[in-house]
């Protein structure tokens, strides 16, 4: 089964940034929605953004006007950019596609 590889998790402080990404091989990033959840611990994992199969771009209110989502077609890579990153903003970020399984997830921690 097709399984994402996340990458790209650090620890960074408050206001800084992170460009997440997630190697899906063997799956076309634009031929299916490609979505970021997120994991913070005790919560239940959230859904973050989406880039559907015309490019058009959603994102979860917390993360509105600070994170992008894009991808590049070529790589089979979906790419989450995050800007000024918050405390809560800590968690396992994970990418997903209706079709693939789970993957590992790559761990965002920002400190204040």
């Known amino acids: 089964q097709v399984q994402p590889v996340e990458s790209g998790g650090d620890l960074v402080q408050a206001g800084g940034s992170l460009k997440l990404s997630c190697v899906v091989s063997?799956?076309?990033?634009?031929?299916?929605?490609m979505y970021w959840y997120r994991r913070a611990p005790g919560k239940q994992r959230e859904w973050v953004a989406v880039?559907?199969?015309?490019?058009?771009?959603k994102y979860a209110d917390p993360v509105k006007g600070r994170f992008t989502i894009s991808r590049d077609n070529a790589k089979n890579t979906v790419y989450l950019q995050m800007n000024s990153l918050k405390p809560d903003d800590t968690a396992v970020y994970y990418c997903?596609?209706?079709?693939?399984?789970w993957g590992q997830g790559t761990q965002v921690t920002v400190s204040s």
């Open positions: 997903y596609a209706q079709g693939i399984s």
């Open positions: 063997g799956w076309s990033v634009s031929g299916t929605a």
């Open positions: 880039i559907i199969k015309d490019g058009t771009t």
